[in-house]
């Protein structure tokens, strides 16, 4: 039954809710002409309205979408950097740690 449940569309789901609605509303009415309480009737459990169900399980539908496409694409490989980029990077280091040790600086804060 679970995994029936994950493939229902939007629109079966209301259709359920709203006839599982009937069914407790039905039931209800069935306590109160035969006098005895239903346990749903004695528990304090707070009732979450349709829509909000229905919201709630669209966007966790949405969420595992985007988790199962996410999984099925391929990894990206880390991006190289040229060795012109890496010299000119490591040139400036080395030119802004003269410049420290010019001025007696132990530091490149300082």
Do not use: C, F
Not at 2 to 14: G, H, T, W
Not at 64 to 75: E, L, N, S
């Amino acid at each position: 039954m679970a995994s029936s449940l994950s493939n229902i569309s939007v629109r079966e789901l209301k259709k359920a809710v709203l006839l599982r609605e009937r069914i407790e509303a039905l039931e209800r009415q069935l306590a109160s002409i035969l006098g005895d309480a239903t346990p749903a009737a004695a528990g304090g459990r707070r009732k979450m309205s349709a829509a909000a169900r229905a919201k709630i399980a669209a966007a966790q539908r949405l969420r595992w979408a985007k988790h199962r496409k996410g999984v099925a694409g391929p990894k990206k490989g880390r991006r190289k950097m040229s060795a012109s980029a890496r010299a000119r990077i490591a040139a400036s280091a080395r030119a802004r740690w003269a410049k420290v040790k010019a001025s007696g600086g132990r530091t490149l804060a300082g």
